[in-house]
Protein backbone atom coordinates (compact mmCIF):
# COMPACT_ATOMS: atom_id res chain seq x y z
CA UNK A 1 0.00 0.00 0.00
CA UNK A 2 2.06 2.84 -1.49
CA UNK A 3 0.72 5.77 0.67
CA UNK A 4 0.86 4.04 3.58
CA UNK A 5 4.92 3.65 2.77
CA UNK A 6 4.90 7.29 1.61
CA UNK A 7 3.31 8.76 4.95
CA UNK A 8 5.99 6.85 7.08
CA UNK A 9 8.76 8.81 4.55
CA UNK A 10 7.32 11.82 5.47
CA UNK A 11 7.63 11.41 9.40
CA UNK A 12 11.18 10.23 8.71
CA UNK A 13 11.75 13.68 7.22
CA UNK A 14 9.97 15.56 10.19
CA UNK A 15 12.03 13.88 12.66
CA UNK A 16 15.45 13.45 10.87
CA UNK A 17 15.16 16.44 8.52
CA UNK A 18 17.98 15.31 6.06
CA UNK A 19 17.94 14.84 2.50
CA UNK A 20 20.00 12.91 0.10
CA UNK A 21 21.48 13.98 -3.12
CA UNK A 22 19.13 13.98 -5.68
CA UNK A 23 20.23 14.45 -9.47
CA UNK A 24 19.98 16.94 -11.96
CA UNK A 25 17.49 14.78 -13.86
CA UNK A 26 15.08 14.31 -11.36
CA UNK A 27 14.76 17.77 -10.72
CA UNK A 28 14.05 18.52 -14.07
CA UNK A 29 11.29 15.15 -14.27
CA UNK A 30 9.71 17.52 -10.89
CA UNK A 31 9.83 20.68 -13.33
CA UNK A 32 8.31 18.70 -16.01
CA UNK A 33 5.43 17.40 -13.44
CA UNK A 34 4.68 20.65 -12.59
CA UNK A 35 4.22 21.93 -16.04
CA UNK A 36 1.79 19.22 -17.51
CA UNK A 37 -0.43 19.72 -14.04
CA UNK A 38 -0.44 23.33 -14.27
CA UNK A 39 -1.36 23.40 -18.11
CA UNK A 40 -4.40 20.18 -17.84
CA UNK A 41 -1.71 18.19 -20.39
CA UNK A 42 -3.44 15.25 -18.57
CA UNK A 43 -2.92 12.52 -21.73
CA UNK A 44 1.11 13.27 -21.34
CA UNK A 45 1.09 13.09 -17.68
CA UNK A 46 -0.85 10.01 -18.06
CA UNK A 47 2.40 8.05 -19.30
CA UNK A 48 4.26 8.84 -16.65
CA UNK A 49 2.04 7.43 -13.58
CA UNK A 50 3.39 3.96 -11.94
CA UNK A 51 -0.25 2.73 -11.92
CA UNK A 52 -2.35 1.34 -9.32
CA UNK A 53 -2.40 5.25 -8.26
CA UNK A 54 -3.86 4.89 -4.69
CA UNK A 55 -6.60 6.82 -3.32
CA UNK A 56 -7.60 7.14 0.07
CA UNK A 57 -10.59 4.45 0.81
CA UNK A 58 -13.14 4.19 -0.02
CA UNK A 59 -12.02 6.48 -3.45
CA UNK A 60 -11.10 3.47 -5.83
CA UNK A 61 -7.59 3.19 -6.94
CA UNK A 62 -6.74 5.12 -10.47
CA UNK A 63 -5.48 1.57 -12.34
CA UNK A 64 -5.24 2.88 -16.07
CA UNK A 65 -3.71 5.67 -18.21
CA UNK A 66 -7.77 6.25 -19.21
CA UNK A 67 -9.01 6.47 -15.49
CA UNK A 68 -6.14 8.93 -15.07
CA UNK A 69 -7.55 11.03 -17.78
CA UNK A 70 -10.80 10.86 -16.41
CA UNK A 71 -10.28 11.94 -13.23
CA UNK A 72 -7.34 14.27 -13.60
CA UNK A 73 -9.71 17.48 -13.14
CA UNK A 74 -10.68 15.65 -9.94
CA UNK A 75 -7.85 15.42 -8.99
CA UNK A 76 -5.54 18.93 -9.55
CA UNK A 77 -7.73 21.71 -8.86
CA UNK A 78 -6.97 25.90 -8.90
CA UNK A 79 -5.28 25.64 -5.50
CA UNK A 80 -3.18 22.73 -6.26
CA UNK A 81 -1.67 24.23 -8.98
CA UNK A 82 -1.19 27.79 -7.24
CA UNK A 83 1.06 25.69 -4.73
CA UNK A 84 2.83 23.89 -7.17
CA UNK A 85 3.91 27.72 -8.63
CA UNK A 86 6.17 27.69 -5.17
CA UNK A 87 8.49 24.69 -6.49
CA UNK A 88 11.68 25.02 -5.84
CA UNK A 89 14.60 22.24 -6.24
CA UNK A 90 15.31 22.67 -2.59
CA UNK A 91 11.83 21.36 -1.83
CA UNK A 92 12.67 18.19 -3.17
CA UNK A 93 13.20 14.61 -0.56
CA UNK A 94 14.71 11.69 -0.83
CA UNK A 95 14.48 8.42 1.08
CA UNK A 96 14.80 4.75 -0.15
CA UNK A 97 15.62 5.39 -3.96
CA UNK A 98 12.23 7.83 -4.26
CA UNK A 99 11.48 11.31 -4.52
CA UNK A 100 8.93 13.41 -2.69
CA UNK A 101 8.28 17.54 -2.20
CA UNK A 102 8.37 17.27 1.48
CA UNK A 103 9.95 20.90 2.00
CA UNK A 104 8.70 24.84 1.57
CA UNK A 105 5.09 24.57 1.73
CA UNK A 106 4.94 21.15 0.47
CA UNK A 107 3.87 18.04 2.89
CA UNK A 108 4.40 14.67 0.59
CA UNK A 109 2.14 16.06 -2.37
CA UNK A 110 4.25 13.78 -5.06
CA UNK A 111 6.36 11.36 -4.94
CA UNK A 112 8.25 9.86 -7.60
CA UNK A 113 10.52 7.13 -8.26
CA UNK A 114 14.13 6.82 -9.30
CA UNK A 115 12.77 6.19 -12.84
CA UNK A 116 10.90 9.58 -12.85
CA UNK A 117 7.54 7.82 -12.90
CA UNK A 118 4.72 8.84 -10.18
CA UNK A 119 4.43 6.77 -7.62
CA UNK A 120 1.76 8.87 -5.48
CA UNK A 121 -0.04 11.80 -5.52
CA UNK A 122 -1.27 12.56 -2.06
CA UNK A 123 -3.18 15.76 -2.83
CA UNK A 124 -6.80 15.28 -2.69
CA UNK A 125 -9.04 18.42 -3.57
CA UNK A 126 -11.94 19.29 -1.70
CA UNK A 127 -13.85 17.63 -4.95
CA UNK A 128 -12.41 14.59 -4.36
CA UNK A 129 -13.30 14.93 -0.77
CA UNK A 130 -16.69 15.26 -1.60
CA UNK A 131 -16.98 12.11 -3.59
CA UNK A 132 -15.03 10.34 -0.60
CA UNK A 133 -17.66 11.67 1.81
CA UNK A 134 -20.94 10.83 -0.45
CA UNK A 135 -19.33 7.12 -1.24
CA UNK A 136 -18.71 6.88 2.75
CA UNK A 137 -22.17 7.41 3.11
CA UNK A 138 -23.55 4.87 1.17
CA UNK A 139 -21.15 2.26 2.40
CA UNK A 140 -22.77 3.47 5.84
CA UNK A 141 -26.40 2.94 4.23
CA UNK A 142 -25.65 -0.84 3.53
CA UNK A 143 -23.54 -1.98 6.14
CA UNK A 144 -24.79 -3.91 9.15
CA UNK A 145 -25.90 -0.87 12.02
CA UNK A 146 -23.17 -2.34 14.78
CA UNK A 147 -20.62 -1.31 12.84
CA UNK A 148 -22.09 1.45 10.76
CA UNK A 149 -20.16 4.43 12.50
CA UNK A 150 -16.59 5.53 11.88
CA UNK A 151 -14.27 8.56 11.65
CA UNK A 152 -11.78 7.18 8.76
CA UNK A 153 -11.29 3.76 6.97
CA UNK A 154 -7.92 2.13 7.46
CA UNK A 155 -8.44 -0.70 5.07
CA UNK A 156 -10.98 -3.38 3.76
CA UNK A 157 -9.25 -7.00 3.03
CA UNK A 158 -10.75 -10.24 1.99
CA UNK A 159 -9.53 -13.87 1.82
CA UNK A 160 -11.57 -16.93 0.22
CA UNK A 161 -13.25 -17.26 3.75
CA UNK A 162 -12.91 -13.97 5.21
CA UNK A 163 -13.80 -9.83 4.80
CA UNK A 164 -12.32 -7.51 7.47
CA UNK A 165 -12.59 -3.84 7.63
CA UNK A 166 -9.96 -1.77 9.82
CA UNK A 167 -11.78 1.62 10.86
CA UNK A 168 -10.55 4.28 13.31
CA UNK A 169 -13.80 5.08 15.50
CA UNK A 170 -14.38 7.11 18.77
CA UNK A 171 -13.57 3.79 20.55
CA UNK A 172 -9.97 3.82 18.78
CA UNK A 173 -8.95 0.94 15.45
CA UNK A 174 -11.80 -1.20 15.11
CA UNK A 175 -11.40 -4.49 13.43
CA UNK A 176 -14.10 -6.42 12.20
CA UNK A 177 -14.70 -9.26 10.63
CA UNK A 178 -17.16 -11.47 8.60
CA UNK A 179 -16.77 -15.67 8.04
CA UNK A 180 -17.13 -17.23 3.95
CA UNK A 181 -20.50 -16.65 2.71
CA UNK A 182 -21.77 -13.13 4.66
CA UNK A 183 -21.16 -9.24 3.46
CA UNK A 184 -21.13 -6.01 5.44
CA UNK A 185 -24.97 -6.09 5.76
CA UNK A 186 -25.06 -8.63 8.02
CA UNK A 187 -23.87 -9.10 11.31
CA UNK A 188 -20.27 -9.65 11.60
CA UNK A 189 -18.71 -12.54 13.22
CA UNK A 190 -15.83 -11.02 15.02
CA UNK A 191 -15.52 -6.82 16.48
CA UNK A 192 -12.60 -5.90 18.36
CA UNK A 193 -11.69 -2.93 19.88
CA UNK A 194 -8.12 -0.52 20.62
CA UNK A 195 -6.43 -1.90 17.80
CA UNK A 196 -2.26 -0.93 17.82
CA UNK A 197 -0.89 0.39 14.46
CA UNK A 198 2.95 0.00 14.07
CA UNK A 199 5.20 0.86 11.24
CA UNK A 200 7.14 -2.34 10.04
CA UNK A 201 10.57 -0.83 10.40
CA UNK A 202 12.32 1.98 7.88
CA UNK A 203 11.75 0.20 4.99
CA UNK A 204 7.93 0.75 4.99
CA UNK A 205 4.80 -1.86 5.64
CA UNK A 206 2.34 -1.23 8.68
CA UNK A 207 1.18 -3.91 11.00
CA UNK A 208 -2.40 -3.82 13.35
CA UNK A 209 -2.68 -5.60 16.19
CA UNK A 210 -5.87 -6.57 18.13
CA UNK A 211 -6.55 -8.89 21.07
CA UNK A 212 -9.16 -10.87 22.35
CA UNK A 213 -8.19 -12.68 25.24
CA UNK A 214 -5.37 -14.71 24.73
CA UNK A 215 -5.85 -14.71 21.04
CA UNK A 216 -4.28 -11.89 19.34
CA UNK A 217 -5.42 -11.16 15.34
CA UNK A 218 -2.11 -8.82 13.33
CA UNK A 219 -2.95 -7.78 10.25
CA UNK A 220 0.68 -7.09 8.29
CA UNK A 221 1.13 -5.10 4.83
CA UNK A 222 4.24 -6.28 4.27
CA UNK A 223 6.38 -4.35 1.48
CA UNK A 224 10.10 -5.06 1.43
CA UNK A 225 10.98 -8.58 1.63
CA UNK A 226 13.18 -11.30 0.35
CA UNK A 227 10.76 -13.32 -2.74
CA UNK A 228 7.84 -12.30 -3.71
CA UNK A 229 5.97 -14.79 -1.36
CA UNK A 230 6.68 -13.11 1.31
CA UNK A 231 4.92 -9.43 0.46
CA UNK A 232 1.17 -8.54 0.45
CA UNK A 233 -0.85 -8.47 2.96
CA UNK A 234 -1.52 -11.23 5.17
CA UNK A 235 -3.58 -12.05 8.41
CA UNK A 236 -1.88 -13.82 11.47
CA UNK A 237 -3.91 -15.43 14.51
CA UNK A 238 -1.96 -16.32 17.78
CA UNK A 239 -2.92 -17.96 20.53
CA UNK A 240 -0.51 -17.34 23.55
CA UNK A 241 1.96 -16.04 21.27
CA UNK A 242 2.05 -18.87 19.13
CA UNK A 243 1.48 -18.39 15.64
CA UNK A 244 -1.67 -20.76 14.61
CA UNK A 245 -2.69 -19.46 10.67
CA UNK A 246 -1.53 -17.10 8.41
CA UNK A 247 -3.84 -16.16 5.69
CA UNK A 248 -2.55 -13.95 2.46
CA UNK A 249 -5.18 -11.20 2.24
CA UNK A 250 -6.34 -8.97 -0.98
CA UNK A 251 -6.87 -5.17 -0.80
CA UNK A 252 -10.82 -4.32 -1.92
CA UNK A 253 -11.48 -0.78 -3.22
Not at 105 to 111: D, Q, Y
Request: hydrophobic share 35%; with cysteine.
Amino acid sequence: MKKKYLFFIIIIFLTTNCKGQVSPELKEQFKYIIRLIKEDKARELSALIDYPLGRENPLPDIKSSADFISHFKIIFDYSFKQQLSRYNDSDIFERNGVYGLVGGSFSGEIWINDNGKIIAINYSSPEEQRLKEKLTEEIKLKIHPSVKNWRKNILVWKSDKLLIRIDDTDKGLRYVCWGQGHNMSEKPDLILYNGLEEQRGTMGGWTWTFRNGNWSYLIDDVEMCEGPEDCGLFLRILYGGTEKSKIRMKEVK
